[in-house]
Nanobody
């Protein structure tokens, strides 16, 4: 699986962005997908995930503000980010678990394929 993330940028606090993650492969609809983020000097943290069946999981810090979705026909996962805060500033990565695993996990080590990352900067 090859993943290509896009949609990052500079936005003011309170604004919105939508990230996209385009995936290659005919079996995309069977992959559990996740979004992670990494701020400078910090660990890579789980943001949101979606199972192959559409079950979603969110980090507490983004619940109610972010929404993950998938379009299997387009082989794409989205992360809609609303009410952005300066602390959301980070490089955002999309990731996929191996085809053997259908559930979302919160640890980066549980994901086998990664996109290149897209920078999100939220100004105060």
């Amino acid at each position: 699986v090859q993943l290509q993330a896009s949609g990052g940028g500079l936005v003011q606090a309170g604004g919105s962005l939508r990230l996209s993650c385009a995936a290659s492969g005919r079996t995309f609809n069977r992959y559990a997908m996740g979004w992670f983020r990494q701020a400078p000097g910090k660990e890579r943290d789980f943001v949101a995930g979606i199972s192959w069946s559409g079950i979603t999981v969110y980090a507490d810090s983004v619940k109610g503000r972010f929404a993950i979705s998938r379009d299997n026909a387009q082989n794409t996962v989205y992360l809609q980010m609303n009410s952005l805060k300066p602390e959301d500033t980070a490089v955002y990565y999309c990731a996929s678990r191996d085809l053997r695993y259908s559930s979302v996990e919160l640890t980066p080590g549980s994901y086998d394929y990664w996109g290149q990352g897209t920078q999100v900067t939220v100004s105060s």
